[in-house]
């Protein structure tokens, strides 16, 4: 009499799938990984239009990944410590009433450090508020308490 595995058939075919997959992953050498890279640069090559485009919608759809990732990738230009996640970014954004900080303006915001990443500030989550594109474009390297004495006179 042959002892017979608690699992079912369907439940031994995943386990091994699983299994197989894992193998897999951890035996991919860097090879295969060269041949990967070759492969999608020739596919955009080819396919430039579509890949434009498709990029395109993802940006649209997800704004507050593509701030994120454009402050993390000029951070690290700047070797500027610190990092926050687009879920952090969209709290503080709540926090302020999903307003300009410096104009109060509900309209579309960008992330704006407090000191400018160019005069040695961090790209941590303290040193980021949320500010429309003409604040943010008009504040350009100033530091916060700069830009609002910069207000203060420009309005008088």
Same mark, same amino acid.
């Given at each position: ?24 992953? +951890? ?7 060269? +041949? ?10 080819? +396919? ?12 649209? &759809?997800?704004?507050?990944?593509? &701030? ?11 070797? &500027? ?13 709540? &926090? ?7 104009? +109060?303006?509900?309209?579309?915001? #960008? ?11 961090? @790209? ?18 100033? #530091? ?10 420009? @309005? #008088?």
């Amino acid at each position: 009499m042959t002892k017979r595995s608690p699992l079912t058939v369907e439940e031994q075919v995943a386990k091994h799938r699983e299994y197989m997959h894992c193998y897999n992953q +951890n035996k991919r050498s860097d090879v295969f990984r060269e +041949n990967d890279t070759v492969y999608h640069r020739r596919y955009r090559k080819l +396919n430039r239009d579509r890949c434009i485009e498709y990029e395109r919608k993802w940006r649209a &759809a997800h704004p507050g990944v593509n &701030a994120c990732n454009n402050a993390k990738r000029r951070a690290l230009q700047r070797e &500027a410590e610190g990092s926050f996640t687009p879920e952090e970014f969209r709290l503080k954004c709540k &926090a302020y009433g999903n307003r300009c900080t410096y104009c +109060n303006e509900e309209v579309p915001l #960008t992330i704006d450090h407090i000191v400018p990443l160019s005069r040695g500030g961090s @790209n941590s989550i303290e040193n980021v508020v949320p500010a429309c594109k003409h604040c943010n474009s008009t504040k350009g390297t100033r #530091t916060y308490s700069e830009f609002l004495e910069y207000i203060k006179v420009s @309005n #008088t």
